[in-house]
């Protein structure tokens, strides 16, 4: 058996055990699991677009939350003040995290470094005050609350988040398609010229690439997937708050990438899927759940410090050099 068939079959093992997840999951453990799936899903786009500005343009943002916030408070707003059907909501809040994520941008990506990461914190911070203090729109840390409205409604089909099946394919379906799109995208020429901008910006710009504009484009991208996600979680939970706008939501979205690899299609997914569960299982057992989650990462970062894609990616790369790579390797890494 080739590498290049058993990468299939992993592939196929993984897309049946997502579609079997809404009812392999409860017969094995229980409902609950279903749900927590679904968040480890909206949670990796997050991580996502983390990595899309990390781990292939080489900007460290710790200010996502806030695309991730508008795209909540889009769909709630969208919703709940302007009586907007699920669609319309649903391109609000998408629309509302990419004009933020171009204002911002324009700015931001004048910089570089710990410079940059400082600005976008800064912006975070900005826009995560004054959702508190505007409570007449936001509710502050109370937040808005709304009535989930049909996601399709055709003559007898009324299909809703209600259904927790079929939230749950929803979700999937949505997150599937952002990172197929980003596949897609790091395997253009648009992808090829955000990697030469990250290996060096100068050399970049000598070969006539305009750096600034493609840190833009990627800066915008990266706040479609925050705010897909965003939107995603404001109908999972029929909720917004200032609260998932502050910085430390954006933490948490940088560690997942970089714990899963950065620079990885598949990284951002496998971080925040370890993370997550653990913190699921031991906050089950002890409230200091945070320091296991933490020296969970901290082990990562140690032995895998290019991440667990990457250490894979490594290990696969050695056995091939010592002369063949075992029947059951294959890379995990998708992108060229």
Known sequence: MTPASVKRILWAALAAFMIAVPWLVPALVSDFWVSVI???????????????????????????????????????IGVQDFHLSFWPAFGLGIMASMAMALVTGIFAVRLTWHYFAIITVVFSLIFYFLALTNKWL?????????????????GEFNK????PTFQYFF???????????MHRLIASPLGKAF?????????????????????LIAFVLAG?????????????????????????????????????GAGTLLGPLIGTTLLIIVREVVSTHWEHHALIVGAVAILAVIFAPRGIVGFWNDWIARIVERGGAPSGAVKLRTEP
């Open 138 to 154: 936001t509710g502050g840390d109370d937040g808005i609350t709304f009535t989930l409205p049909p996601t399709f409604n055709i």
């Open 160 to 163: 809703s988040f209600t259904d």
């Open 195 to 215: 990697l030469a901008i990250r290996d060096n910006d100068v050399r970049a710009s000598l070969i006539g690439l305009n750096v600034y504009l493609l840190r």
């Open 38 to 76: 679904a968040e480890i899903l909206i949670w990796s786009l997050l991580a996502a677009s983390v990595n899309l500005l990390f781990g292939y343009v080489g900007l460290l943002s710790f200010g996502q939350a806030l695309y991730f916030g508008f795209g909540m408070y889009g769909v709630a």
């Open 224 to 260: 479609f997937l925050a705010g897909v996600a965003g939107a995603l979680f404001a109908f999972f939970g029929r909720y917004a708050s200032a609260s998932y706008m502050f910085y430390q939501v954006s933490g948490e979205a940088v560690v997942w990438a970089i714990v899963g």
């Open 171 to 181: 979700i999937l379906a949505a997150v599937a398609v952002c990172f197929w799109l």
